[in-house]
């Protein structure tokens, strides 16, 4: 069975860092693209960053660009998402995902489209707040 397992949520400070990390279990991620997507209470979910299966492709949403950066250690058998800068408005619920390459970043793209992916973590709290 695929399991993804996220951590490294919690409560931070505007302008505050954090990392979450994205760890498989029962697969190796060498194969497979991960993502990571956030939905706030109210919201529609929203494809925060992909990176192919290689790593040689990423995608960031606009929202993100410059301040979130995504990488991937197979060796760990784990991705990463740095978020830098943060704001209030990045506060929701993280999730991380796997499947082909072609299929990932499609959702990412298109987070609201009805793609069912093979896999999906069970999400981790961000809370940026004074």
């Known amino acids: 069975q695929l399991q993804l397992v996220e951590s490294g949520g919690g409560l931070v400070q505007p302008g505050g860092s954090l990392r979450l990390s994205c760890a498989a279990s029962?697969?190796?991620?060498?194969?497979?693209?991960i993502g990571w997507f956030r939905q706030a209470p109210g919201k529609e979910r929203e494809g925060v960053s992909c990176i192919s299966s290689s790593g040689g492709s990423t995608n960031y949403a606009d929202s993100v660009k410059g301040r979130f950066t995504i990488s991937r250690d197979n060796a760990k058998n784990t991705v990463y998402l740095q978020m830098n800068s943060l704001k209030p408005e990045d506060t929701a619920v993280y999730y991380c995902a796997a499947d082909s390459d072609r299929l990932l970043f499609r959702l990412c793209v298109n987070p609201n489209s009805p793609i069912v992916l093979r896999s999906w973590g069970q999400g981790t709290q961000v809370t940026v707040s004074p």
């Open positions: 029962g697969f190796t991620l060498d194969y497979y693209a």
